[in-house]
């Protein structure tokens, strides 16, 4: 396998595809010498084969305002591989989605997916509508119109969409109800559900306790736990919330939350009801963290990132590309001792070198997020089985799969000096299962 080569043709093919070729490049870089090491995979074509989606499906969505304007959206559903389980992942709705963004994260949710044990395919979808500041009746409407044309590729044992940015149990519940209109069944089609129509038990949770779960199987390893640390987290959102129940849970302290307007820092530790306001934040559709500021009276650093505030470990759970060089160098400087990424690429390719040269614990997205997708994955067993498990089960489940990630990126990351890269562990493991699955299964 020649890298550079490949990366070569891959960016004369996909112009300006910026996420999408740095995902790719990091996973070749990693899997370089496993696939060498096999040639099976070479006769099969698999690295050729795995790097385009399956199919990638694009329509418009009308959708009118409250005053009766007519807006057209695009929408879109990328179908990577399903060699071990129909398709899954996400919806992001957020006005810088686009084809590059959606490719980078329907890419590294077939690895992720692979990683959680559970058989499921990846996929991506979403539209590049603004949720922000747009009335409820609005996002019912742009949710109708958008499964208007989604619900003809997704089903139950086809593709299976969830949330992602931009997309909570509000949309989901509404893109649910059109789908099930459409489809006249009430099969389980997306994952996220409400509890009283199929949800999970600890499904919105799940992201971020399984983030905290991986970070504490990781600082296990030193001998270390979240007892009396200080926990640095990015992003309001979903995410970042349940990280912040489970962190506060385990013993740790939350100081920092952060939006696209800055990052507020709260030395008191951000715990109970102030956990609760996050969610009131989120809801608001304004895109602030500001207000936190007012409400506890507490300070508000504009357009800044958290990661200048001195911590022990650091849970980015807001976006991709939002923690360069410059914050990795900074976190090292101040003694941060782990870093977990509950959302999608949250370090930037330079980042992550520095946290590797330095040999702090990392925990890459791939890995550390999976408890979301497998608790999708929890979710579409209980459907099947027309049964629903305590959260108590649910959560054991959801445990027990990040310790085997854990346990998976070891196997493959450690190096002779006992030193475990995270990156390269997660995604030998995760092409591994996959790639066999292809070569099993015949050029199709
Ligand atoms: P939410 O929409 O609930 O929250 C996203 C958070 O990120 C918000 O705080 C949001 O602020 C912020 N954000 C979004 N875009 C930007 C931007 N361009 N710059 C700065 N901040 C931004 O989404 P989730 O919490 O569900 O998702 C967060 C991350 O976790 C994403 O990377 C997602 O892919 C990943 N993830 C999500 C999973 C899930 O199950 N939901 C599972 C695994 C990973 P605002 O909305 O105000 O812009
Ligand atoms: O990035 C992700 O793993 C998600 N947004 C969750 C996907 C899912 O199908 O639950």
């Given at each position: 396998?020649?890298?550079?080569?490949?990366?070569?043709?891959?960016?004369?093919?996909?112009?300006?595809?910026?996420?999408?070729?740095?995902?790719v490049?990091?996973?070749?870089?990693?899997?370089?010498?496993?696939?060498?090491?096999?040639?099976?995979?070479?006769?099969?074509?698999?690295?050729?084969?795995?790097?385009?989606?399956?199919?990638?499906?694009t329509?418009?969505?009308?959708w009118e305002?409250?005053?009766?304007?007519?807006h057209?959206?695009?929408?879109?559903?990328?179908?990577?591989?399903?060699?071990i389980?129909?398709?899954?992942?996400?919806?992001?709705f957020?006005?810088?989605?686009?084809?590059?963004?959606?490719?980078?994260?329907?890419?590294?949710?077939?690895?992720?997916n692979?990683?959680?044990?559970?058989?499921?395919?990846?996929?991506?979808?979403?539209?590049?509508?603004?949720?922000?500041?747009?009335?409820?009746s609005?996002?019912?409407?742009?949710?109708?119109?958008?499964?208007?044309?989604?619900?003809?590729?997704?089903?139950?044992?086809?593709?299976?969409?969830?949330?992602d940015?931009?997309?909570?149990?509000?949309?989901i519940?509404?893109?649910?109800?059109?789908?099930?209109?459409?489809a006249?069944?009430?099969?389980?089609?997306?994952t996220g559900?409400?509890?009283?129509?199929?949800?999970?038990?600890?499904?919105?949770?799940?992201?971020g306790?399984?983030?905290?779960?991986?970070?504490?199987?990781?600082?296990?390893?030193?001998?270390?736990?979240f007892?009396?640390?200080?926990?640095?987290?990015?992003?309001?959102g979903?995410?970042?919330?349940?990280a912040?129940?489970?962190?506060?849970?385990?013993?740790?302290?939350?100081v920092?939350?952060?939006?696209p307007?800055?990052?507020?820092?709260?030395?008191?530790?951000?715990?109970?009801?102030?956990?609760?306001?996050?969610?009131?934040?989120?809801?608001?559709?304004q895109?602030?963290?500001?207000?936190?500021?007012?409400?506890?009276?507490?300070?508000?650093?504009?357009?800044?990132?958290?990661?200048?505030?001195?911590?022990?470990?650091?849970l980015?759970?807001?976006?991709?590309?939002?923690?360069?060089?410059?914050?990795?160098?900074?976190?090292?400087?101040?003694?941060?001792?782990?870093?977990?990424?509950?959302?999608?690429?949250?370090?930037?390719?330079?980042?992550?070198?520095?946290?590797?040269k330095?040999?702090?614990?990392?925990?890459?997205?791939?890995?550390?997020?999976?408890?979301?997708v497998?608790?999708?994955?929890?979710?579409?067993?209980?459907?099947s089985?027309?049964?629903?498990?305590?959260?108590?089960?649910?959560?054991?489940?959801?445990?027990?799969?990040?310790?085997?990630?854990?346990?998976?990126?070891?196997?493959?990351?450690?190096?002779?000096?006992?030193?475990?890269?995270?990156?390269?562990?997660?995604?030998?493991?995760?092409?591994?299962?996959?790639?066999?699955?292809?070569?099993?299964?015949?050029?199709?």
């Amino acid at each position: 396998m020649n890298v550079e080569k490949i990366m070569q043709d891959l960016q004369k093919k996909h112009p300006g595809e910026v996420e999408y070729l740095q995902a790719v490049r990091e996973v070749l870089e990693s899997i370089e010498e496993v696939y060498n090491e096999n040639p099976q995979f070479e006769t099969a074509g698999i690295l050729e084969r795995i790097v385009e989606p399956d199919r990638i499906l694009t329509f418009k969505v009308p959708w009118e305002d409250d005053n009766g304007k007519v807006h057209v959206n695009l929408g879109y559903r990328v179908q990577y591989n399903n060699a071990i389980g129909p398709y899954k992942g996400g919806l992001r709705f957020h006005p810088s989605v686009n084809l590059s963004i959606l490719k980078f994260l329907g890419f590294e949710q077939i690895f992720k997916n692979s990683l959680t044990t559970l058989p499921m395919g990846g996929g991506k979808g979403g539209s590049d509508f603004d949720p922000k500041g747009k009335s409820n009746s609005e996002v019912m409407r742009f949710c109708q119109a958008f499964m208007l044309e989604l619900w003809k590729l997704i089903g139950p044992e086809t593709d299976v969409p969830a949330g992602d940015i931009g997309v909570g149990g509000r949309e989901i519940g509404y893109l649910y109800g059109m789908y099930r209109k459409l489809a006249r069944e009430n099969t389980g089609v997306l994952t996220g559900k409400g509890i009283n129509w199929g949800g999970s038990l600890i499904r919105p949770e799940a992201t971020g306790f399984g983030n905290v779960y991986f970070a504490e199987e990781m600082l296990k390893t030193k001998g270390e736990s979240f007892k009396g640390k200080t926990v640095a987290i990015s992003g309001f959102g979903n995410v970042a919330w349940g990280a912040a129940i489970k962190v506060t849970e385990l013993g740790g302290k939350v100081v920092t939350i952060s939006g696209p307007d800055g990052y507020v820092y709260d030395p008191e530790g951000i715990s109970g009801k102030k956990i609760e306001y996050m969610l009131e934040l989120r809801a608001s559709n304004q895109d602030i963290v500001k207000p936190y500021s007012y409400e506890f009276g507490v300070e508000f650093h504009a357009n800044k990132r958290p990661w200048e505030v001195k911590c022990d470990i650091a849970l980015p759970c807001a976006t991709q590309n939002e923690l360069g060089k410059e914050d990795a160098e900074m976190l090292v400087k101040n003694g941060c001792i782990c870093v977990s990424e509950g959302a999608n690429m949250p370090s930037t390719p330079e980042a992550v070198e520095v946290f590797l040269k330095n040999k702090i614990l990392f925990g890459p997205g791939k890995a550390a997020n999976a408890g979301g997708v497998a608790t999708s994955g929890l979710e579409m067993t209980q459907n099947s089985m027309k049964l629903s498990w305590t959260p108590e089960e649910v959560d054991a489940k959801l445990h027990h799969i990040m310790k085997s990630i854990h346990s998976a990126c070891v196997k493959y990351g450690k190096n002779e000096e006992g030193y475990v890269d995270y990156v390269k562990g997660a995604n030998i493991a995760g092409f591994l299962k996959v790639a066999n699955a292809m070569v099993d299964q015949g050029l199709v």
